[in-house]
């Protein structure tokens, strides 16, 4: 986690092939915010936990990041509370196939953070 110098998401995730349409999807909302991202791909899914998207939130110029793995979906900002994310998304198969809308606002919402405005309701 070094210093990032344009303003920046940060997305966390853990490589495995079903959460990389997720990943798309909330890269998508943020762009469509006009917004920028970054992405920091992990090896072991053990690696990424609300604590570690908190620390990358940290190192974010925005405060902001995004944690994806297989079992959740974690907005974090170097604000809050490290055990209190901004949201909490538990995944289960029905999910990950039916909610590619919820995905995508995930990533705008990260975006409304950063620009102060109410959040999309999901």
Known sequence: MGSHNKPSIIIVYTKIT???DIKNEI????EEEG????EIPLDEEE???V???YQHAGSSNLGIAIGINSEEI????KKMNEKNPV????LNSLFLKENKELFRNIGKNACKLAKNKPFIEI
């Open 74 to 77: 974690v907005l974090h900002y």
């Open 87 to 90: 949201f909490f998304y538990k």
């Open 27 to 30: 890269t998508w909302g943020i």
């Open 51 to 53: 604590s570690v998207v």
């Open 35 to 38: 917004m920028s991202h970054e």
């Open 47 to 49: 690696a990424l936990n």
């Open 18 to 20: 079903p959460l990389e």
